[in-house]
């Protein structure tokens, strides 16, 4: 039993390009028989970071970014949490946006400006990648033709390839977009710069909501 505690995941700012943490999602989601999570924000990292030392799941990888999270009071009473297990943050009608660590705080604020123009979204926070939640994306599935994934990752085999993978599976056909990191490197730069660089700030995805609710 072994957990990995992976820090500067993502975009990273200043540190240099060779820094970010781009691809860690990618190439440890081929790897049987790994646990891969990343927690939202400060609360959901210590519940995993007590759930990974509570629990013999084999080897057990936890990613988060550098710097200060999203939260003023990041105190809280650790809890174990089941596994594979996801969590639906709000309801919607028109898009499903599925997101993965704490890039899905920018897209909280994306589907808020989303609202605002009366496009209802449903947004769900996988926290695990691999064992994936498929409960949640059974429920993405049947509802939802439209579909956005959000990573603070390279888009290339990360969380949008694995709902792809899951949709063409299971026999779903939802329109799919995936916004992470494109298949570059990315250079050195305060965050808001790189995120909107990288198409990830909440301006940038409420405009592809915007999008793909007009094509």
Known sequence: HVVFCLDRAGLVGEDGVTHHGAFDLSYLRCIPNMTIASPMNEHYLRHLMYTAQAKETGVFAIRYPRGRGSLVNWHC????????????????????????????????????????????????????LKPIDEELLHEVGKKFKRVITVENGVVKGGLGTAVLEFMADNGYTPRVKRIGISDTFIEHGSIPELYKLCGLDAGSIAGEIRKMMND
Not at 81 to 106: C, F, N, T, Y
């Open 77 to 128: 009473t650790p809890m174990i949490l089941e596994i594979g297990k996801g969590r639906k943050l709000s309801d919607g009608e028109d898009i499903a946006l599925i997101s993965i660590g704490p890039i899905g705080v920018s897209a909280q604020k994306a589907i808020i400006r989303a609202r605002r123009q009366g496009v209802s979204v449903a947004h769900y926070d996988m926290i695990f």
